[in-house]
């Protein structure tokens, strides 16, 4: 199984801890205590077969996706979404995201699309989010391979970026690759502010239904 997979290279050879030892950043590691949920997640989610339309967002951050391990989901979409989870835990990039999951239909809008980040773990220092572009070069480059061996595994015909830095980094490591890399969106924390929550949620739903598949 692919996150199996992930978290083994991740976190049991404690490689990132090791690369980034002379920092003061730390891995966020709260969401290894949620793993059995993790798992029935992306069982219910995915199945057996993983969508080839990829939404790739930077990392996860300390009050969402940090905390469940499931990118753009806090404990409050989660507790929507599957049975055996009862927690009032809120991130508001999370919020958004779960309006246009909702908006879709949360088992369409996961049978078409693949949710990730360029980064699997997020990274903290002091109580701050530290985003992986802002990393020390050797762990960047880690993740990098890391990346790019779960997108081997994916297979994805269309990456879609959430930012402008992930488009930068998606366009450097699949620029002679097959894969339609183009489009972009705005970040779901961008998104969730009041002023720009409408127009954002627009451009997600008239982009994403280009890309949704029919049950």
């Known amino acids: 199984m692919l996150y199996e997979e992930l978290k083994n290279k991740y976190i049991d050879n404690e490689k990132i801890e090791l690369l980034l030892k002379d920092s003061e950043i730390t891995v966020l590691d709260e969401f290894l205590e949620n793993w059995e949920t993790i798992r029935k997640f992306n069982k219910k ?23 469940t391990g499931i990118p753009f989901v806090d404990f409050t979409s989660l507790t929507k979404m599957i049975d055996g989870v009862d927690r009032e835990d809120t991130e508001r990039s999370a919020q958004f995201f779960f309006d246009i999951v909702q908006e879709i239909g949360v088992e369409k809008f996961y049978r ?26 050797n762990v960047k480059q880690f993740l990098y391979e890391m990346f790019q061996y779960e997108m081997e595994v994916v297979k994805p015909t269309t990456i879609i970026s959430l930012s402008g830095a992930v488009k930068e980094t998606i366009s450097e490591l699949f620029d002679n690759s097959n894969i339609n890399i183009s489009q972009q969106l705005p970040h779901p924390n961008y998104c969730a502010f009041p002023k720009n929550y409408d127009s954002c949620k627009k451009q997600y739903i008239d982009l994403l239904s280009k890309y949704t598949i029919e049950l």
């Open 112 to 137: 078409s699309f693949y949710v990730t980040n360029v980064s699997w773990i997020g990274y903290i220092s002091g109580n701050k989010n530290v985003n992986y572009y802002d990393l020390p070069i």
């Open 45 to 67: 989610m995915y199945g057996d077969k993983l969508p080839k339309t990829v939404l790739c967002g930077i990392n996860p951050g300390k009050n969402g996706a940090g905390k």
